[in-house]
């Protein structure tokens, strides 16, 4: 996940997971917002990713191909094919980059999900906490907001954890 000015990540928790699913759809207005995924964790331990979303999804790959053919066009058709089809992958590297670290975030927190309940995990460009916070109030959730650059060390601090406990070689 990058990290910039203002961002935040809100871990809304709750005891319900049918609020977490009505707090999914309404968090998409939020002033600032990126993505979310909400996140359930049964009676037994066993975790689900319930949804996600992204703002903007799709966009690199289509800007990517549409820059790509602008310039593929001093190549004739062929140009364009070629210029539209490498500016695609360019642009879809970057969202899968995007989603790695996404599922690198959903891994770390995962430990926050409490038992036979659920979290909406939430990537805004925050300038005021009311509204986030409004939200969390309205469905019954409790809030925690980390700044991205405090999940981005928490993602690195179990990767070095995670590969510390590996064997040499693998």
Avoid: W
Wanted: with cysteine; hydrophobic share 40%; net charge negative.
């Amino acid at each position: 996940m990058e990290s910039s000015s203002g961002d935040n990540v809100l871990l809304l928790a709750f005891q319900d997971p049918e609020r977490c699913g009505a707090a999914f759809r309404e968090a998409q207005s939020l002033p600032g917002y990126r993505q979310e995924a909400s996140v359930a964790r049964g009676a037994g331990g066993e975790l689900e990713v319930l949804d996600t979303h992204v703002r903007g999804t799709g966009a690199a790959t289509v800007g990517g191909g549409a820059a790509g053919l602008a310039l593929g066009l001093l190549g004739g058709p062929v140009g364009a094919l070629l210029g539209f089809t490498a500016g695609a992958l360019l642009g879809n590297a970057a969202e899968q980059h995007n989603l790695e670290a996404g599922g690198g975030a959903l891994i770390t927190l995962s430990a926050r999900v409490p038992d036979g309940g659920a979290m909406l995990v939430l990537h805004l460009r925050e300038r005021d906490p009311r509204p986030a916070d409004d939200l969390a109030a309205r469905h019954g959730a409790s809030v925690e907001r980390l700044s991205a650059a405090e999940l981005d060390a928490e993602i690195e601090d179990l990767k070095r954890r995670s590969d510390a406990g590996r064997p040499d070689g693998e």
